[in-house]
């Protein structure tokens, strides 16, 4: 039934232009999508509302946007290129390449990428009669080997053999905050406790692609490293833990998909790591990572680079290294995650419709204006005027394409707030005889007002910021 849901969202997301698979004209190109006209909407009103809650709402916290190529070795010093990697297996039958973990995962036994080899064989070793391969279902495997996630280019490198020494398209954005820290606190006037923030993309050559955008290898990450003083890296922890619960509520996620993961493995330099896991279709699964972080990124570019990254504390004269929390999510996992949260049928027979109950501020398009027939100019062109007037304002489309019902249900599936329509008596007056009155008809409750063209924007105002 899940998987079901699934599919039709996926299907969605081709018909009405949300998501499309990648270089489909060549027969695809596994683990990246590309974003359709309704799809950008929804992801850049998805950046918007996450660089609102951060850098628009915190006084402290400023925004960044670094490069997604950086000296190799910065990924020397965070440890990306040599632990950067996913425990990997190859199906002897099928040639299917599987995460071990995920593997481990499914037989029910808990295990993440972190675990170092020795765990992930010994579990593997231990489990290995139960472990059948996703794709052709026999249990015949390789070895487990490490696999490193980062992308490599030849950026700069003119050699035959720039392999020996490659550039790295950025595994994550973060890096690229840890290493601007210095500039920031030079020339923003910022003091400790103070964040960047970052969104941007990022690559990983993920083993499996198997959950649409879920994993993809070229992703968007929006990232958030808050510097602190040591002592109170906990209690910081503890106020962003529960910001980033409360942001999901507010957007009106159901608490009930959404909930805590505690890692058990951590990297050695963590202090607690938490995820929250939202309810995809396919079970709970990682949307944004928490994380207390200590010292360990500073402290690396400090050792490797050269540069002392340690903080002077202007009022009391203390120098020490500060201690960072992460705030971590995925555009494009905010993306299913809403999608999975708004996607509702309702009705039935005639009656059925399928309507993306988005909120407001992510809503792709905010008012859909109709004329009632597309052949009678006088409709058309006071539907015109009354779209031109509104999209100054708000995100609007104008539909003119087959009956109103029909217009409606589109709307409906693209999560279109309200649909105003022009009719006979907009122009010659309805009933009460009043002119220039259209109807509007609110998504979520199906119901139709009459209200004047002059008050339209008040209107709709009143409604799409609440
Ligand atoms: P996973 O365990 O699912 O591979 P991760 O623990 O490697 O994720 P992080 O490195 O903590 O993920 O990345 C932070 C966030 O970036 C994740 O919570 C997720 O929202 C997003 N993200 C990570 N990898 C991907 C990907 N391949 N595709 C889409 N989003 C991703």
Redesign the pocket.
């Known amino acids: 039934m899940e998987q079901d849901k699934m599919q039709k969202i996926v299907a969605l997301c081709k018909r009405r232009g949300f998501v499309f698979p990648s270089s489909e004209l060549y027969g695809g190109f596994a683990?990246v999508y590309d974003y359709g006209p309704y799809g950008v909407e929804l992801a850049k009103n998805i950046r918007n509302t996450w660089w609102k809650a951060m850098v628009q709402d915190n006084e402290n916290i400023v925004g960044l946007d670094s490069s997604i190529f950086m000296h190799p070795k910065i990924w020397e010093a965070s440890g990306h290129t040599s632990g950067f990697s996913d425990p990997l297996t190859e199906c002897k039958e099928c040639h299917a390449r599987s995460r071990v973990d995920h593997l481990l995962e499914s037989v029910g036994v808990a295990a993440?990428?972190k675990m170092s080899a020795e765990e992930i064989d010994d579990l593997f070793a231990k489990n290995a009669d139960k472990l059948k391969c996703p794709n052709c279902g026999k249990n015949n495997f390789t070895e487990v080997k490490k696999f490193n996630q980062l992308v490599q280019s030849n950026l700069g490198n003119f050699t035959d053999d720039w392999a020996k020494e490659p550039t790295y398209l950025r595994g994550?954005t973060a890096q690229g905050i840890y290493v601007n820290f210095k500039n920031v606190l030079d020339s923003a006037r910022v003091r400790i406790p103070f964040g960047i923030a970052q969104i941007g993309k990022?690559f990983?050559n993920?083993i499996t692609a198997r959950q649409f955008?879920?994993?993809?290898?070229e992703?968007e990450?929006m990232?958030m490293q808050y510097f602190v003083k040591p002592e109170e890296m906990m209690s910081v922890y503890d106020e962003w833990k529960e910001k980033r619960w409360q942001y999901y509520l507010d957007l009106g996620f159901k608490e009930e998909n959404l909930r805590w993961h505690k890692h058990e493995n951590l990297v050695f330099y963590a202090k607690e790591a938490y995820?929250i896991e939202y309810n995809f279709p396919f079970g709970f699964?990682?949307?944004?990572?928490v994380h207390a972080r200590g010292d360990y990124d500073l402290t690396s570019h400090s050792k490797a680079s050269g540069v002392d990254l340690s903080y002077m504390d202007p009022n009391t004269n203390e120098k020490y290294m500060p201690n960072i929390v992460e705030t971590?999510?995925?555009v494009?996992?905010?993306f299913l995650a809403v999608l999975t949260e708004s996607y509702t049928e309702e009705g039935s027979d005639e009656q059925a419709r399928v309507v993306l109950k988005l909120p407001y501020q992510l809503a792709p398009i905010k008012v859909a204006v109709f004329p009632l027939l597309r052949n009678k100019p006088a409709l058309v062109e006071k539907a015109h005027e009354v779209f031109t007037a509104l999209k100054k304002e708000f995100m609007c489309e104008f539909d003119d394409n087959g009956n109103v019902g029909k217009r409606y249900r589109r709307q409906d599936e693209i999560g279109t707030l309200f649909c105003v329509t022009i009719d006979f008596d907009t122009l010659e007056g309805g009933e009460d005889g009043a002119k220039d009155t259209v109807t509007v008809r609110n998504r979520d409750t199906m119901k139709q007002e009459r209200v004047a063209i002059g008050e339209l924007q008040a209107y709709l105002n009143d409604r799409l910021t609440k």
């Open positions: 683990a993440d990428e994550e990022a990983r993920e955008i879920f994993r993809k290898r992703f990450q990232e995820d699964k990682e949307l944004e990572g971590s999510v995925g494009d996992r905010t």
